[in-house]
């Protein structure tokens, strides 16, 4: 599967944006567990939210809770991350990705998009 994600940009504190992440590839996309992760500079990556396959069950990282929520739409081929609220500390690359079931690591790789987070 070839993941391409966009959505970044810059935005002001307290802000949303929304990041999509469109998939394509000869397996259908619903066999795929998605997830979304971010780097910052100098920081290790950090997983901030996953999803199953159906789209039924999502968990996102305590520092994204109630802020950030992924969702997919499998007719579309695409997985969203949808952030309210942003913080400077917000500020990454962020990546989705995808591994075949539900288990074991993330295999796939998008190219990962830009947000920043102005104070």
């Known amino acids: 599967v070839q993941l391409q994600a966009s959505g970044g940009g810059l935005v002001q504190a307290g802000g949303s944006l929304r990041l999509s992440c469109v998939a394509s590839?000869?397996?259908?996309?619903?066999?795929?567990?998605m997830g979304w992760f971010r780097q910052a500079p100098g920081k290790e990556r950090e997983l901030i939210g996953t999803?199953?396959?159906?789209?039924?069950?999502?968990d996102h990282a305590d520092s994204v809770k109630g802020r950030f929520a992924i969702s997919r739409d499998n007719a579309k081929n695409t997985v969203y991350l949808q952030m309210n609220s942003l913080k400077p500390e917000d500020t990454a690359v962020y990546y989705c990705?995808?591994?075949?079931?539900?288990?074991?690591?993330?295999?796939?790789w998008g190219q990962g998009t830009q947000v920043t987070v102005s104070s």
């Open positions: 590839g000869r397996r259908a996309f619903d066999n795929y567990g």
């Open positions: 999803i199953n396959l159906s789209g039924s069950r999502t």
């Open positions: 990705a995808a591994r075949w079931g539900m288990f074991g690591q993330y295999d796939y």
